[in-house]
């Protein structure tokens, strides 16, 4: 698992080609998988595969000028009928994006996580698009496709960025 944590990065740059059912399942299952605050699981996901719909997304999100070129995208977001915080919400969000951008290195595939919580713009946008309920909060965006080329591991560990007991 230290090697998929290693090798993992925020790919901008796919070749053409679609991402197969069987793989992004695997995306979806991983991310299922994350730990919740009260195990309450609040994510929900929008797979987002039709092309039409990946080219209206840079419309509204600035940063997000790969995913019309991404074999699919993934909208995670929170269920407020689930978990009403959302504080907790993001972070249960944030741990399933994590299981699945793991996922997506050991699958061959690259992938970019794009914030869209909490900017108004990026949310009112994805809410529009993909037509969410009141009770569905847009967190991120996972851009995912098969990798222009390969990152590297990089071993990011710093010892100075430990303190133990007291700072």
Known sequence: MLNEIKTRRSVRKYRDGQIPAEKLESLLRAAMQAPSARNCQPWEFVVITQR???NRIPEFHPYS???PNAGAAILVCGNTRL???TGYIVQDCSAAVQNLLLEAVRQNLGAVWLGVYPREE???GM????DLPDHIIPVALISIGVPAEVPKPE???RTEKIHF???
Not at 127 to 130: N, R, S, T, V, Y
């Open 52 to 54: 039409a719909l990946l």
């Open 165 to 167: 007991d007291c700072w």
């Open 122 to 124: 990026r949310m009112k």
């Open 83 to 85: 978990q009403s915080e």
């Open 127 to 130: 809410i529009e698009l993909f």
């Open 155 to 157: 071993d990011r560990f």
């Open 65 to 67: 000028k790969m995913v």
